[in-house]
């Protein structure tokens, strides 16, 4: 079966095990629905700390509960907020287990309330500010708090039906009744043969899974391990389904349908950092785009003027759930020369390259066309770089060096990344380019921290400019 016939057979299962919503008439991503809830959760928490400061100020004369004539609720509410966001107050767990939520926003709130009392203290002598009717304001906004999230549960239930991911089942040569509304595929069917050496299964498998939350593999004894190894490189959590427990490198246990499940992969960043992230690359390529704009056609002035051509180079390269998508680049070398798959990397006396070809590389400006990239979704401005299909290191695929290599591809690929910032760039000769850009880029995925990618771009300034760029 080609790729083609493969995707056609996965679209036809799929359509086949769709979730129409009965009442709108449509598919519904149960992310969708999740961040749905957390904006009314939100909302309902502001409501409820603004109203009981609100009554708490109507009980005795307000000034005594205002800073500046304003009420202390309204200095309070963002601080909470964005102390709840930071802590990851709203995510899943607060949707399955209420009262966990309420425990969270209640640690939120008293840091605001302390944060509050210290600037008002240290901003004057004599506080209008009366302890008791804080105090008042206080209990009643935690009461209509707790009150509003317990009753949330039932909303949550009847909008969910008490599912809150999308699970995907993949069958993979074994016997297994799927009940309910969960999506079951049949690895057979639509050609996802486990085999961590076959970019393009790898790019089919990353179609397959994309979108959904939760993904469970039912295989043979002897698929399992290989099937963990996939569902690593995968940006969800992936389990295996198992009678009983083994050595796949599990790092939890759930369970499916009544049957155990081992918990293989987990998405490195959960709902909230991917919206810190994505903000993060917003704000960042945005503007970057605006200011390069002049240099930038400039450069695609020289680019045309020099050689024949297009402007741009596309290539393949692996990104997120090891799906394939093209990378924008300014062309560097001659039209007839280009190496579409990367199975060539570029030398320091490359003859391929032109003039114009060789500066814009050894500054980096070749790279500019990727905040398009950024802006599109395919890439994020920090994360591992994206590597052509071709890439070899000592004539061996990167894969073969290391199976781990897929691993690296849970995060968007970026710009820029650790490896580049500790000088792991240029041609990859020997088996040691590959590792040692391997361990940073793993490195980088489990410490993931938006502090983190900004010191990377900061660290970035210093090696625009590369001995190893060429």
């Known amino acids: 079966m080609n790729a083609f016939e493969a995707q056609r057979a996965f679209e036809e299962q799929l359509r086949a095990h769709a979730r129409p919503d009965a009442s709108a008439g449509q598919v519904w991503r149960r992310s969708t629905l999740r961040m749905m809830l957390y904006t009314e959760l939100v909302l309902l928490d502001s409501a409820a700390i603004l109203l009981g400061f609100y009554i708490a100020a109507c009980t005795r004369d307000g000034n005594w509960l205002s800073l500046a004539g304003v009420n202390v609720g309204v200095f309070l509410l963002p601080i909470t907020l964005g102390t709840a966001l930071a802590s990851g107050t709203y995510s899943l767990a607060c949707l399955r287990y209420p009262v966990s939520g309420v425990k969270s926003i209640f ?5 605001s309330i302390f944060v509050v009392l210290l600037g008002s203290y240290m901003l004057t002598a004599e506080l209008p500010l009366s302890r008791v009717q804080l105090a008042e304001g206080a209990v009643l906004a935690l009461t209509l708090i707790t009150m509003g999230r317990l009753g949330f549960r ?138 390069l704009a002049p240099l930038m056609i400039l450069v695609a002035i020289a680019i045309r003027l020099e050689s024949p051509g297009p402007i741009l180079f596309a290539q393949d390269r692996v990104g997120r759930g090891n799906r394939l998508f093209k990378i924008l680049k300014f062309r560097s070398m001659r ?61 061996h695929f990167f894969w073969e060096i290391d199976e781990r290599y897929w691993q690296r591809h849970t995060l968007k690929p970026g710009m820029t990344g650790l490896a580049q910032v500790r000088g792991f760039r240029g041609a990859t ?42």
């Open 107 to 111: 640690s939120a709130f008293f840091f």
């Open 154 to 291: 039932s909303h949550v239930r009847g909008a969910t039906g008490g599912k809150l991911l999308d699970e995907l089942v993949i069958v993979d040569g074994v016997p297994l009744d799927v009940a309910g509304d969960t999506i079951a595929l049949d690895a057979r069917i639509i050609n996802l043969s486990p085999n961590p050496r076959d970019p393009q299964m790898l790019h089919r498998l990353g179609t397959a899974v994309s979108g959904f939350d939760r993904v469970i593999v039912a295989c043979s004894e002897e698929h399992r391990a290989v099937w963990a190894l996939l569902l690593k490189g995968m940006n969800i959590k992936g389990e295996i389904l198992v009678p009983q427990f083994n050595a796949l490198g599990a790092i939890g246990v759930d369970a499916f349908d009544g049957k155990d499940t081992l918990v293989v992969s987990q998405g490195p960043l959960n709902m909230p950092n991917r919206a810190k992230k994505r903000a993060l690359d917003l704000a960042i390529t945005l503007p970057a785009l605006l200011a």
């Open 335 to 395: 039209q007839t020369l280009c190496d579409a798959d990367g199975n060539v990397s570029a030398s320091r006396d490359d003859d391929r390259i032109t003039r114009v070809g060789r500066f814009i590389r050894k500054t980096s400006i070749d790279e500019l066309p990727q905040l398009l990239n950024v802006l599109r979704g395919d890439m994020s401005v920090v994360g591992p770089r994206p590597h052509a299909l071709g890439s070899r290191a000592a004539n």
């Open 429 to 470: 000769d020997r088996r040691v380019d590959l590792t040692n850009r391997l361990q940073a880029d793993m490195e980088y995925i489990d410490g993931w921290d938006i502090w983190r990618d900004i010191t990377i771009l900061f660290k970035t300034l210093r090696v625009i400019v590369h001995s190893n760029a060429f």
